[in-house]
């Protein structure tokens, strides 16, 4: 598409979209979400009412097929990504992916090089990278203030899935791509990967799920939890314009009581940067033994989103996506392409080997 007035906007799911993509959407101009589905027809109904949207089917592929729709935003079960992704692409329609991008790394190249194809606008909402504080961490950091990078450490804490008495669903299955690996750990490759302009090389991982069986509504039985609700990462990133055989740590947990945490944190040879949440970022200089904070702008919210990282990053996000669009541009400066879904999906399944083998794994592609 090209030069349009109005963004035509088909969502998929109404999980995420309903607490986060549709109030973005719905606050940018030039913008409109026509239609919605999802495999419960009376959610998308009730989304639908909620948010005015015309049109409900219980069938995506209804809204791929749609003529008025431009964008179709994938926010369903990593299992329906691959399928979903290649439908809307091969239909001529712009693509927002959720992560992770899907199950493994062989749908991910397939799926990257479908997108290559078609010429198409497609990304993955990554959209912590769109936090004024991030950005600025990540010019600071190849501009050099902080050094050469020596270490990273990425922490995220949450006591969501703590509860025992919290019910099954896709989330607890592998098969459907649940866990917080895929869920949290994608953002942790990702944000690690482009705030130091490089790659992850090497993974040792070790994954638990500490609880271990849940009450599944649908059946009426319990049912095993086959997903990770903790994961511990080990890093090693290729030398790059800003890192010399860095390091780095990743450690997730979905059932941690205590204060929610979510950081990242990049060590170099003459200082170190910290982000938290959704717009602090501070830094600090070898020797002064403090951290120090730096002023930064913070993102906007849209009307009726929830203030945490998440909305602030997607608020930005979807004006980006929607200007970039209108404007027929298939690329966003900094946005998450499928290519970087890749290699973060080459990550999670050699974090996933790594557990599995309890041993040190190389990132390859191939």
Known sequence: MANREVVGVGIIGTGFARTTQLPAFRACAGARVVAIASGHRENAETVAREFGIPAVASDWREVVAREDVDLVSIVTPPVTHAEITTAALDAGKAVLCEKPMALNAGETDAMRRRARASGRLALIDHELRFLPARRLMREMILAGEIGRVRHAKFLFRSDSRASAERPWSWWSDEQAGGGAL?????????????????????????????????????????????????????????????????????????????????????????????????????????????????????????????????????????????????????????????????????????????????????????
């Open 182 to 366: 895929g869920a949290i750990g994608s953002h942790a490759v990702d944000s690690l990967d482009w705030l130091l302009a490089t790659h992850i090389t090497h993974v040792s991982a070790s994954l638990a799920a500490h609880v271990r069986e849940r009450h599944d509504p649908a059946s009426g039985e319990t049912r095993p939890v086959t997903t990770d609700d903790e994961a511990s990462l080990l890093l090693n990133f290729a030398d790059g314009d800003a890192t010399e055989r860095a390091t780095g740590i990743v450690c997730l947990s979905m059932v941690e009581a205590g204060a929610p945490e979510h950081s990242v944190a990049v060590f170099g040879s003459e200082g170190a940067l910290r982000a938290e949440g959704a717009g602090e970022l501070w830094q600090a200089r070898v020797g002064d033994g403090a951290w120090r904070r730096v002023s930064t702008d913070n993102a906007p919210l849209a009307g009726g989103l929830r203030d945490n990282e998440w909305s602030r990053g997607f608020t930005v996000f979807a004006r980006e996506i929607v200007a970039a669009l209108r404007d027929g541009r298939t690329t966003i400066d900094n946005a998450a392409t499928f290519d970087d879904g890749h290699h973060t999906q080459l990550v999670l399944d050699a974090a996933r080997a790594a557990h599995a083998g309890g041993c040190r794994v190389t990132v390859t592609d191939g």
